[in-house]
């Protein structure tokens, strides 16, 4: 991804929890949608910990983020990922 793109990325899906995290790369990496994950290798970096959604305190949740006119699409493929099931 060009410098450029990465400047115009926009968010579409925020979580701390790790197997939500592998769900949503799957789904964007079969529907060749190309991402950027923002804050992810920085979990655990301090160790501070997490609280109940799953995110580290201090960094926040991981940021899924996508080229502009992928939104849409992205946004419809991850609508039903629900952060509360337990499958």
Request: aromatic share 6%; net charge negative; hydrophobic share 35%.
């Amino acid at each position: 991804m060009k410098k450029e793109d990465s400047e115009r990325l926009v968010s579409v899906y925020k979580t701390g929890n790790p197997a939500i995290i592998a769900v949503i790369k799957s789904v964007l990496d079969e529907a060749g949608i190309k991402y950027l994950v923002k804050g992810e290798n920085l979990q655990n970096l301090f160790g501070v910990g997490t609280i109940g959604t799953g995110y580290n305190l201090i960094t926040g949740p991981v940021d899924f983020q996508v080229m502009p006119e992928d939104e849409e699409y992205a946004r419809e493929l991850l609508k039903d990922i629900d952060e509360d099931s337990e499958s």
